[in-house]
């Protein structure tokens, strides 16, 4: 089974529904699962003790954990000097403690099989440095830095642990964010495309698949930077 | 011997079968973490794998994550007697 965060729209979603066409089992994580019509449940990652449910109730369930993909994640646009502080810590938990609590209280169930696969996200943005996006960005080059550490500490455990960096997909990270905006950002990349969420699912593919075990502790960037 | 007693000398033999030198004795002070620690990190995260195992049979759930699990002088990792009576206090509290 595989463990998806936010699983009930955006890239999380596209993920999910992916993996289910490949015939994998799921289990979807999302603070609303009301629409999700795979097995889920309610987390919100931000939360330890929501985490720690899911830790529990999984446990109970008796499943062989083979794989997290640490999906959930929020973004603002804003200059850092005119962030909100609730804004800016809301960014921080929810991308990089909830990318952390997840990897501290669901991995155990991973690498007690001593194989599996992490999958965290970034974003370009920590590559490109990109402007108005600094809050977001200092989220995204945790989740980095944790993955480069963390795959160290997993690979004792034969459990990869990597990180997928996509630029401008179409999904409702994007609400708000003019054409104009996306072109600039896209126009940075070494493949100079707007790319689908379907691109990041074979990425997904690639980091679960046993062919990718020679990778652990990598970022890899959509679009190329 | 208690049965509290009996339980902390399974511990202690969890922890004296992840040991590479088979010849070490493990005692209430043998280091868990530290210089002198007597398990690397891998073999930390299979003892925490091995109690979580322990305390399910034994009907609670045995949580690793303390505050001060990396604090060299609260830690419950400090020593395999202090982390027996982590185990026996869990255990006591969550029955």
């Known amino acids: 089974m595989i463990i998806v965060t936010g699983a009930s729209k955006g890239l999380g979603r596209a993920i999910c529904e992916r993996l289910l066409s490949s015939r994998l089992e799921i289990f979807g994580l999302s603070r609303d699962v009301s629409n999700v019509p795979f097995e889920s449940m309610h987390c919100d990652v931000s939360s330890y003790h929501d985490v720690k449910n899911v830790a529990h109730a999984l446990k109970h369930k008796g499943k062989k954990i083979s794989g997290l993909i640490n999906a959930a994640g929020i973004a603002s646009m804003n200059l850092a000097v005119t962030t909100p502080p609730k804004v800016a810590e809301k960014i921080i938990t929810v991308n990089l403690l909830g990318t952390i609590y997840c990897c501290q209280l669901l991995s155990p169930m991973i690498f007690r099989h001593k194989a599996g696969s992490i999958i965290n996200f970034s974003s370009l943005g920590v590559a490109l440095g990109l402007k108005g996006e600094s809050i977001y960005v200092a989220s995204k080059a945790g989740v980095e830095g944790f993955t480069r550490a963390f795959a160290r500490e997993m690979a004792d455990f034969n459990v990869n642990v990597n990180c997928i960096a996509p630029g401008p997909i179409e999904t409702s990270l994007l609400k708000g964010v003019s054409q104009v905006q996306i072109s600039k950002v896209v126009a940075q990349q070494i493949l100079q495309k707007q790319f689908t969420p379907e691109a990041v699912c074979d990425l997904v593919e690639i980091l679960l698949a046993p062919k990718s075990k020679a990778l652990s502790g990598q970022v890899l960037h959509v679009g190329g930077v | ?95």
């Open chain 2, 1 to 95: 011997m208690t049965d509290s007693d009996k339980l902390k000398q399974k511990i202690y033999t969890t922890v004296a079968a992840l040991l590479e030198d088979d010849s070490k004795i493990v005692s209430d002070n043998t280091p868990l973490i530290g210089d002198d620690r007597a398990l690397d990190s891998m073999k930390l995260l299979e003892l925490c794998l091995a109690l979580e195992d322990m305390a399910t049979d034994l009907g609670f759930e045995f949580d690793w994550t303390s505050e001060n699990a990396m604090s060299k002088s609260r830690s419950m990792f400090r020593t395999a007697g202090a982390l027996a009576t982590e185990f026996l206090s869990q255990m006591t509290d969550k029955k």
